[in-house]
């Protein structure tokens, strides 16, 4: 009896998780064009705070890359999208995310904490610099134009994006890929004494991390149809998946889900109510969160739980 | 040729004193508060609206308004770095959680900042003419704003310099930081001394963006690239080390005229191109230890 009840525990969430899924996967049926748009907006965020935490949580590293791999999938869809079928765009979107990663992370994981940031934060105006710079010199325009993608294909492909990344950031957490990365944010120095080679595991999550973040730039860019590169190398897209992910609660699984999910949909809210407020309110909540909620969200609602469930945990 | 180079390698002055004095009191909030203060850029353009603001409504002269800038700025960034900061300080684990959490913390306060000036002061792009008649430097011509604007920005670097080397509450800031803890120990009021810093970085911003006002247009979303520069010059000089900062604002200054003479639509890739050769060369900068 104990088993399945243990199992029972362990398969709620993730059958919850499934429902929510399949809900989201049929919902284009009978939702209107408004929700699919939101819910493409708020799937976006999830994908690009679930990615952030793959490789920023576990190490204590703060990557403001995102912006970098998001812009560097709408490029691939600009340049690419009226050569290629959408399905080899996006993976090529992804694949070239990686490959970025996967170079800065092999140079720059060396620098500690701070620098890292400073670094991930300057190589997003970076690029975006010199692609104003070569668009105007060399093509001319500053822009381009990308293939239009009905709402309802670009909603389920972020889906499908969405999926494999839960599936790969939830297999990377129960491994000793994870667990190593985890050791490394507790004591770099003493993981690379038990043998883990630091460098080498920092870099390849950096990379997983990046490839779901440029597959959703690939798609997101058909839905914009316009782009230049000031709205695809757009640092709001680094700082918004950190600030989700440290609101939702990194601690737990869910936590960034949840966090980007409820954030996104705020946005939303606050954008269409309080156009004049909204950064301010952003501002605010996070500010907030850092001083008064370290485990964000997830942990209030722990806490909450303790406290009805009188203290019977009082010391976990 | 010789007019040329006395063109590039005066307007980089002029733009390095503008990085310096931005760049110190990043320093400063850094250096001594450990505090990367991302809405660093946002007190700049606090000061900058205050005195179009002054110099429109009132018809105050700008530099005068100096006197408006620099202390309110520093009561703010005092009161902030009490309140905020200090609350964080006690309650992270370690120095380097309380650098990240800090850094976070700030980019709310960016934009917190941001969106008051912007129903403050609306989107518009504003500016006023103040001085704006050419001065002749040996054939080259400048704009006698820049020259003040460079006059003013040595002065106060200097004049900070001298406060720090030869006071007694310069002191205590040099051995904060050195060791925060130790200073401490030897009876240094730490909490006063980080906020004094983080009160003087923001009074300095607040100075620069006073400047910055009378040379450039100003705006509400203008502090995100001033922040940014002053952070590859905090780098390029070495992190914690206020002469170094001093001495790589110009660098920076004179390497964007320099890149912008050639190839205007380069200058800030070419900063970036500098701060990221730095970060993986030499991350201590030109007079780090």
Not at chain 1, 236 to 255: E, H, N
Not at chain 2, 54 to 67: E, K, Q, T, V
Request: aromatic fraction near 12%; charged fraction near 10%.
């Amino acid at each position: 009896m104990n088993i399945t009840r243990v199992d029972f525990k362990k398969m709620w969430g993730p059958g919850l998780l499934l429902i929510i899924l399949v809900l989201l996967a049929t919902l284009s049926l009978h939702a209107s064009t408004y929700t699919v748009i939101l819910l493409t907006s708020i799937l976006m965020y999830v994908v690009m705070t679930v990615s952030w935490v793959i490789f920023s949580a576990p190490t204590g590293y703060i990557s403001l890359a995102p912006a970098a791999f998001f812009g560097v999938g709408i490029y691939t869809s600009a340049i690419l999208g009226n050569k290629l079928p959408l399905p080899i765009v996006i993976f090529v979107g992804g694949l070239a995310s990686f490959c970025l990663a996967l170079l800065v992370g092999a140079l720059t994981l060396r620098l500690k904490g701070i620098y890292f940031a400073m670094f991930t934060f300057g190589l997003v105006e970076l690029i975006k610099h010199l692609l104003l710079w070569y668009e105007i010199k060399f093509t001319g325009t500053r822009g381009r134009f990308v293939i239009v993608v009905d709402n309802n294909t670009i909603y389920h492909v972020m889906l499908i994006i969405l999926v494999a990344l839960l599936l790969i950031a939830y297999l990377i957490r129960r491994s000793r890929f994870g667990l190593a990365l985890q050791s490394i944010g507790e004591n770099e120095d003493a993981a690379a004494h038990t043998g883990i080679n630091v460098n080498a595991l920092k870099t390849i999550a950096f990379a997983i991390s990046a490839v779901f973040v440029g597959a959703a730039g690939a798609i997101m860019a058909t839905r914009w149809t316009y782009i230049d590169p000031y709205i695809a190398f757009n640092p709001l897209f680094s700082f918004m998946p950190v600030l989700m992910a440290i609101f939702g609660g990194m601690r737990r699984f869910y936590g960034p889900i949840l966090g980007a999910a409820i954030f996104a949909y705020l946005e939303e809210i606050l954008i269409t109510r309080f156009p004049y407020y909204y950064m301010l309110i952003f501002g605010t909540i996070l500010v907030v969160t850092i001083l008064y909620l370290p485990d964000g969200l997830i942990g209030l609602i722990q806490k909450v739980q303790r406290r009805i469930s009188g203290g019977q945990h009082a010391n976990t | 040729m010789i007019v040329t180079i006395l063109d590039i390698v005066i307007a980089g002055l002029l733009l390095g004193g503008l990085y310096a004095l931005i760049a110190m009191g990043l320093s400063l909030q850094y250096g001594v508060a450990r505090v990367l203060n991302i809405s660093h850029g946002e007190f700049i353009m606090l000061g900058a609206l205050t005195t179009w603001t002054l110099h429109r409504a009132f018809g105050i002269n700008p530099l005068i308004s100096l006197a408006v800038c620099g202390p309110v700025a520093f009561v703010l960034g005092f009161i902030i770095h009490r309140t905020l900061f200090k609350r964080l300080l006690t309650s992270s684990a370690s120095p380097g959680v309380f650098e990240s959490n800090s850094m976070l913390a700030s980019f709310g306060l960016m934009f917190i900042i941001q969106n008051i000036a912007l129903v403050a002061w609306g989107p518009e792009i504003r500016g006023y003419s103040y001085l704006a008649f050419p001065v002749d430097l040996g054939g080259a011509l400048f704009g006698a704003n820049r020259l003040v604007t460079l006059g003013f920005a040595v002065v106060i670097g200097l004049a900070f310099y001298l406060f720090l080397a030869l006071t007694r509450t310069g002191k205590a800031v040099r051995a904060a930081a050195q060791d925060p803890a130790t200073a401490g120990l030897m009876g240094v009021n730490i909490d006063n001394v980080l906020a004094l810093c983080f009160g003087f970085g923001a009074a300095m911003a607040g100075i620069a963006g006073m400047l910055i006002s009378m040379c450039y247009p100003v705006h509400g979303v203008m502090g995100l690239e001033y922040t940014i520069i002053a952070i590859i010059v905090v780098v390029l000089g070495g992190l914690g080390s206020i002469p170094g900062s001093f001495i790589g604002g110009f660098i920076l200054g004179l390497i964007g005229s320099i890149v912008t003479y050639f190839e205007p639509g380069l200058a800030l890739a070419a900063y970036y191109v500098i701060f990221i050769l730095l970060l993986l060369v030499r991350p201590t900068g030109i007079m780090g230890k």
